[in-house]
């Protein structure tokens, strides 16, 4: 039985993104957000070595934040990304939810499908990095990946820095030239004023889908509440990586179907 109907994804069509409400209940949500928590301060049984961390800047500029390597960091709520959370068992239990295999197959059929990205976003309170307008895809793979999961952990407001949308500017990359898909800065002031520019407030546990060249940002967190996330990049499995010649995945979260 299908969780999304065909009206779903003609409004996912024309707009690039699309709110399907919570899908695990609070009891998962709760355990979460512990985990993360966990995680952070060094208190998880995970292999940090497998784990890419950034530690979140000490002044809201982009550039300003930490570098994203691998490894523990310190005990700190202070972390702006974390990655590869396949890694974690709970996290990739959450992954591999019938929904997210219906949202997976319907872009890639029936072929084995992995995370790209399945990292934790994070604006600490009273902290939290701007994350300038961009769209989600990287030189460095031989395809682009083309749709993203996202699940709000905590409530998302425009207070806490949520994630702004620029509705329907999917259908086509605008600076293929860059390595990580960053507008310009002329690029991006032209949609200051746009009307289709969308903020996501979005409460706890609800999750967004968004198709990977979706214009999108956001802003730092003036409140005492963090504003957490964890974010799933699905890929086609096979996709290589031009900068090391090999497979991009690290696991195959959906295996093939005859």
């Known amino acids: 039985m299908s ?19 919570q899908v695990a209940d609070t009891a998962t949500l709760e355990a979460l957000r512990t985990r993360i928590d966990d995680i952070m301060l060094g208190k998880a049984n995970v292999d940090y070595r497998r784990m890419v961390m950034q530690l979140d800047s000490t002044d809201g500029v982009y550039e300003s934040a930490g570098p994203q390597s691998h490894g523990f960091k310190g005990a700190t709520f202070g972390y702006r990304k974390i990655e590869q959370l396949e890694a974690d068992p709970l996290f990739l239990a959450y992954m591999k939810l019938p929904v997210f295999e219906e949202v997976a197959r319907r872009f890639y059929g029936n072929i084995a499908i992995a995370p790209f990205r399945a990292m934790f976003m994070n604006k600490p309170a009273r902290r939290g990095t701007f994350l300038p307008l961009h769209q989600d895809r990287w030189r460095a793979l031989d395809r682009d990946p083309l749709i993203t999961v996202y699940t709000a952990l905590d409530q998302a407001t425009p207070a806490n820095g949520c994630v702004e949308v620029i509705a329907g500017s999917h259908h086509t990359v605008l600076n293929p030239a860059h390595a990580n898909g960053f507008l310009t800065a002329d690029m991006a002031a032209k949609f200051d004023d746009d009307p289709s520019r969308v903020q996501l407030t979005l409460e706890a546990g609800e999750v967004v889908l968004m198709h990977n060249w979706t ?3 956001s802003g730092v967190n003036v409140t005492d509440s963090p504003r957490r996330a964890f974010s799933v990049c699905l890929m086609d499995a096979a996709t290589m990586s031009r900068r090391y010649n090999r497979q991009a995945a690290r696991c195959v979260l959906f295996e093939a179907r005859e």
């Open 3 to 21: 969780c999304l109907s065909a009206a779903d994804w003609a409004l996912f069509d024309a707009q690039g993104f699309l709110r399907i409400g």
């Open 215 to 217: 214009i999108h940002g």
